[in-house]
């Protein structure tokens, strides 16, 4: 199956501090997602895109298909950005999505 | 807004017990998950359904069965519960196609 790397694995950032989040992917994909993991266990979309770029707010992505990577950018952190953010991806038909492994983002006041 | 809610956000059992957990979207999408989310091992898909009454086995269906006898409920059932069981259960839905999964709160159960 395919298989799902993200990068770092840990990031502690001051408030105000700008970050790049990483995934890899070993395939092709049709669907990928951002989420965010919030300390009480809810994940919570962040963005669909399987290809190109999209901005909401702080937040942008950017999937390059070809080269089997997604970006997550996240501009002025605020401590309400802590959390998990995972990165996951389909390959087949049959909507099941694989994560990878998450990264830990902790941003100090 | 897309709103999936699961019965429990905690759950203490013991091993050997027969455990529902039930899972209810609004937004009548045809699939719906089950996950599982452990440290170190991520989330892992246990089963999903594409439609009323089917059922496709996800990485993990052992110790598992589903039931989705109505589209918007999807039930997780744990035979006979084991401690190796405790974990954060994850239920999802999306609409048919290749499109945006929403995830419910989770239930932390826990087999004692």
């Known amino acids: 199956g395919i298989q799902v790397e993200q990068s770092p694995p840990d990031l502690i950032l001051q408030e105000g501090a700008n970050s790049t989040l990483r995934c890899n992917f070993s395939?092709?994909?049709?669907?990928l997602q951002w989420f965010h993991q919030n300390p009480w266990g809810q994940l919570i979309n962040l963005f669909y895109?399987?290809?190109g770029t999209k901005q909401n707010g702080r937040l942008s992505a950017t999937t390059v298909a070809t080269e089997r990577y997604s970006l997550l950018y996240i501009s002025s952190s605020q401590t309400t950005d802590s959390g998990v953010y995972f990165c996951a991806v389909c390959g087949g038909s049959n909507y099941k999505l694989t994560f990878g492994k998450g990264t830990l983002l902790t941003v100090n006041p | 807004d897309v709103k999936v809610t699961q019965s429990s956000r905690y759950l203490v059992k013991r091993t050997g017990e027969k455990v529902f957990l039930e899972c209810v979207q609004d937004m009548d999408h045809e699939n719906m998950f089950w996950y599982r989310q452990d440290p170190g091992l991520g989330l892992r898909l246990i089963y999903f359904s594409y439609d009323v009454k089917m059922k496709e086995k996800g990485d993990i269906p052992e110790g598992y069965s589903v039931s989705r006898e109505k589209k918007e409920r999807f039930s997780l059932i744990l035979e006979s519960a084991s401690t190796n069981q405790t974990s954060m259960y994850l239920c999802?839905?999306?609409?048919?196609?290749?499109?945006?999964?929403?995830f419910g709160p989770g239930t932390r159960l826990t087999v004692l």
């Open positions: 999802a839905s999306s609409a048919t196609g290749l499109t945006t999964q929403y």
């Open positions: 895109i399987p290809s």
């Open positions: 395939d092709s994909v049709n669907n």
